[in-house]
Structure formats: C-alpha cells, structure tokens
T-cell receptor, first 115, second 111 residues
Framework: GAGVSQSPSNKVTEKGKDVELRCDPISGHTALYWYRQSLGQGLEFLIYFQGNSAPDKSGLPSDRFSAERTGGSVSTLTIQRTQQEDSAVYLC?????????????FGPGTRLTVL | QQQVKQSPQSLIVQKGGISIINCAYE??????FPWYQQFPGKGPALLIAIRPDVSEKKEGRFTISFNKSAKQFSLHIMDSQPGDSATYFC??????????FGRGTQLTVWP
C-alpha cells in the first residue's frame, strides 16, 4: 500500500495569508502526528491525533496554528496570517497507535515559504 | 529545553570506516529510542530502535549501544558506505508516541 502522502509538496505564500497543509496517513493508522523541521529548531512536535481527537495541542507555536482530522483519516494543518518565521518543512507521520514502539511513518513533507 | 542532545552536528568518514553518533537524554520515563535516517527532500525513515532494558541491538551494519545508567545511547555504522550519507536523528519517546528528536547529524562518507 501507499505510504503517508502530503500536499502540496511546496507552498509559497505572502506574509499575512492563510495556508492549509494536507496529510493522508497510511490506511488503518489511528495515530497521526505533525512535526515541523526548520534549520534553527530541528524537528519539533506540533500536535498528535488519536482518531479524530487531539488531546494535546501544547506543541502548536501560537493560536494562528490549528489542525483537524476527519473520519479518522485525512488531517489538515492550518496556519492563519502566516509570518516569515513559519517558513519550514511541515512533516506528517502516522502509526498504528499511540504506543511508544509503534513505528511512525513519515510523509515527504510540505515545504512552506513565507515571503 | 532540548530533551535529547545529539553530537556531533556533522561527521565526515572515509568509505569503510566506522561512523559514531552520540545522544544523551534526561527524562528517565523515555521507554523507546529510535534512530531515523533522512535523505534530502524526503521524510525521516526509521533505521533501528532499542528499548532501555537492552544494552545493544544490531541490524546489519547498524548497531545501537545503550547505557541506561549514563542516560546515553549511540549509533555505530560499520563499514560506512557513500550511500549512508544522510542526516541521522536520534529520538526518544514514551507512551502517546510523541517523538523528541535530537538536532541531527549530517554524515558524509567519502568514497
């Protein structure tokens, strides 16, 4: 089967615009994670979902960031009023469940550039 | 606060040599320690992982050494090959699966 897919692969936007990033996890994976990879901060956790529920949103950098998951499958990360410091690669991962030793499979990421 | 500290930041090794990357952690609640390999333009991919009740795990040319008392673990790549050139991340996690990553090590293997 297919791995984790993300779209778009690249997104260039102007400061102040809203963007939506999409993640399609591996079929049957109940857990879904969003991470952000940037030169200054490395790989940082943003949020995770178990099913459609996001119990811990503390990793989101500001209230401009939000995420949702529908049907226990596709997830969307939305960034409102984008800022230049939001420029990074946004990675999505999925796993069979939230148990620590369940492998997380990563998508190729969406490279966001805010001009 | 960086929960997992990784060194070195970059590493250059001759083909056939041994590459060693070190990581340290503070949170004794961590119960799973994976290593991820990332090639340019790709997402990280699981390379090898270990639980803290094991001191060493070997898979092919890749070995994790784990020292629970020192709260340190390391990745050894034996007989390093140019195809191993990538960025390597150590990580740690507990139940709920959120990964805490090290900053990464960019490995270059010269032919």
């Amino acid at each position: 089967g297919a791995g984790v897919s993300q779209s778009p692969s690249n997104k260039v936007t102007e400061k102040g615009k809203d963007v939506e990033l999409r993640c399609d996890p591996i079929s049957g994976h109940t857990a879904l994670y969003w991470y952000r990879q940037s030169l200054g901060q490395g790989l940082e956790f943003l949020i995770y979902f178990q099913g459609n529920s996001a119990p811990d949103k503390s990793g989101l950098p500001s209230d401009r960031f939000s995420a949702e998951r529908t049907g226990g499958s596709v997830s969307t990360l939305t960034i409102q009023r984008t800022q230049q410091e939001d420029s990074a690669v946004y990675l999505c991962a999925s796993s069979l469940g939230l148990i620590s030793y369940n492998e997380q499979f990563f998508g190729p990421g969406t490279r966001l550039t805010v001009l | 606060q960086q929960q997992v500290k990784q060194s070195p930041q970059s590493l250059i090794v001759q083909k056939g040599g041994i590459s060693i990357i070190n990581c340290a952690y503070e949170n004794t609640a961590f119960d799973y320690f994976p290593w991820y390999q990332q090639f340019p333009g790709k997402g990280p991919a699981l390379l090898i992982a270990i639980r803290p009740d094991v001191s060493e795990k070997k898979e092919g040319r890749f070995t994790i050494s784990f020292n629970k008392s020192a709260k340190q673990f390391s990745l050894h790549i034996m007989d390093s090959q140019p195809g191993d050139s990538a960025t390597y991340f150590c990580a740690a996690t507990i139940t709920l699966g959120r990964l805490y990553f090290g900053r990464g090590t960019q490995l270059t293997v010269w032919p």
